[in-house]
């Protein structure tokens, strides 16, 4: 009998614009809408492979070699599920198809970087098992469709299903049909944009975004504040700045939309810190090269935890690499900086 295999793989996406807050924790429905830059180059991956076979006897997955479980009712197979659903409508509808729905699936995703150094690896597990399980079967669903399920399985992920800049649209509705992600601008459109991360701790994070979250959804009045007054506008004003390529307001709202959602942070009870004292001297130190500059040439930001990613314009790579090697001096050498779309750097505490 035959074995359907597919692969896919999915990169990690960085936000500008912070999803932090959910208003449905079942469906993964967000307090506001985000938008995030893909880093589309071979680095910071995930790379799913699937298998339908008749003999499975259930569901397994493999992270990076090691069993996870797959719990009942759990984000995963809460995925797997819904994609299974989508296989089954198509096999009633067309008797021809072979009926793989009903073999069960075992899956082998790895990660090409270290899984706990607090950079975005269930984004991109969550789309690549979504995109991989979506080829094996044949699903028509475009990726937006396919966002809405990656969304139930890790909220960011949604946004790996694109490449380029994309926005995770909050949405209306209660059962998250119209809560998806799209592609606000391609890769090309823009590919002078430039990512360096900096690894500031590879310690796994202290609080998890899904408990942080919950916390400041009940706790803070300033995310009211956030979500209302502030985001709306972010999102339309970074739009455009991506569209024309205008550098100094993207670099200038990523850096507010960042310090904004580690504010929100700071107002939950008890407070949240995600950054420590080497991620306020990266802050220090951008912030210093951008007033020299007469203008913003590069932009931090941060995701729930101390690392540092500095987008920047190719042209400026040089200056943003000089400066971070001479204010955190480190071992690793930055081989060729125009090969790469970003760089990682280690920076020591
Ligand atoms: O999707 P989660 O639960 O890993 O939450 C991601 C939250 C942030 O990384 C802090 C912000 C974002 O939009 O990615």
């Known amino acids: 009998m035959a074995t359907y295999q597919a692969t896919a793989s999915a990169p990690v996406n960085i936000a500008c614009i912070k999803y932090w807050g959910k208003r449905n924790t079942k469906l993964i429905l967000p307090t506001n809408s985000s938008l995030s830059v893909t880093l589309d180059q071979d680095h910071l991956r995930s790379t799913t492979s699937s298998r339908a076979d008749a003999s499975f006897e259930k569901d397994r997955l493999w992270l990076n070699g090691k069993e996870e479980e797959i719990e009942r009712d759990g984000r995963l197979w809460v995925c797997i599920d819904a994609l299974r659903k989508w296989r089954q409508e198509m096999e009633q509808a067309d008797s021809g198809l072979d009926k793989i729905s009903a073999y069960h699936v075992h899956f082998a995703s790895h990660n090409n970087f270290p899984t706990a150094a607090g950079l975005a690896s269930s984004a991109s597990g969550l789309a690549a098992l979504v995109a991989s399980l979506s080829h094996l079967y044949s699903l028509p669903q475009t990726p937006s469709q396919l966002s809405l399920v990656a969304r139930q399985g890790s909220g960011s992920a949604c946004r790996s299903l694109f490449g380029g800049y994309v926005a995770w649209r909050m949405g209306e509705k209660e059962d998250g049909s119209d809560s998806l992600a799209e592609e606000v601008a391609s890769r090309e459109h823009w590919p002078e944009m430039h990512a360096l991360i900096c690894v500031v701790s590879d310690a796994k994070k202290g609080t998890s975004s899904t408990s942080g979250m919950q916390r400041t959804v009940q706790t ?125 750097a280690q920076v020591p505490e």
């Open 220 to 344: 803070s009045p300033l995310l009211q504040h956030r979500i209302k007054e502030v985001v709306p506008g972010r999102m339309d004003d970074i739009s455009k700045a991506i569209r024309e390529k205008d550098f100094e307001s993207f670099a200038k709202i990523t850096m507010r939309d960042s310090n904004s959602f580690h504010a929100v942070c700071l107002d939950t009870e008890p407070p949240i810190f995600y950054l420590n004292d080497v991620s306020r001297s990266v802050i220090a130190v951008v912030e210093e090269l951008n007033r020299a500059a007469g203008k913003p040439i590069a932009a931090y930001t941060f995701d729930a935890g101390p690392n540092a990613v500095i987008y920047t314009l190719e042209e400026n790579m040089p200056k943003v690499l000089n400066l971070i090697n001479r204010f955190f001096p480190q071992e690793a050498s930055f081989a060729n900086p125009f090969k790469m779309d970003w760089q990682s």
